[in-house]
């Protein structure tokens, strides 16, 4: 049972971590398809696709609690563009915007470290 007071709902796109990695112009496009399915549940406040969080959450804001709920219930094991929907309230206690993928952190650090020995 949905609680009634979140109007924030986050939806986990799995793979989608791993398409922005591989093309970072990708993010305005699915940040705009998701606002697009998602305002046929009710008005969009706000759409922040946390783009290092390792499960792809995006995060959703609707205008109305009733539009959360139903977005949740209708996206829930849904599948959008190759990728399994998981849609579930998010009550603001944890911060997705923060959570990294510390394994690609340290790769991409190693390959910044190995391309600035290269060009020295």
């Known amino acids: 049972m949905l609680h009634s007071n979140f109007r924030t709902i986050s939806i986990g796109l799995t793979k989608s971590i791993v398409i922005l990695q591989a093309d970072e112009e990708l993010l305005p496009e699915l940040e705009a398809d998701v606002r697009e ?6 008005p969009v ?3 922040k696709i946390c783009e290092n969080h390792p499960q792809g959450i995006v995060l959703v804001k609707f205008k109305v609690r009733k539009g ?3 977005c949740i219930e209708k996206m829930n094991g849904r599948w959008f563009c190759g990728m399994q929907i998981h849609a579930s309230e998010n009550d603001d206690s944890v911060n997705h ?4 993928d510390y394994d690609a952190e340290v790769s991409r650090l ?3 470290g190995e391309e600035l ?3 020295t």
Request: charged share 30%; proline share 0%; hydrophobic share 30%.
């Open 37 to 42: 399915e998602c305002i046929k549940f009710g």
């Open 97 to 100: 915007t923060l959570i990294r």
């Open 110 to 112: 190693d390959q910044f």
């Open 117 to 119: 020995e290269e060009s």
């Open 45 to 47: 406040d706000n759409v």
């Open 68 to 70: 959360g709920a139903g």
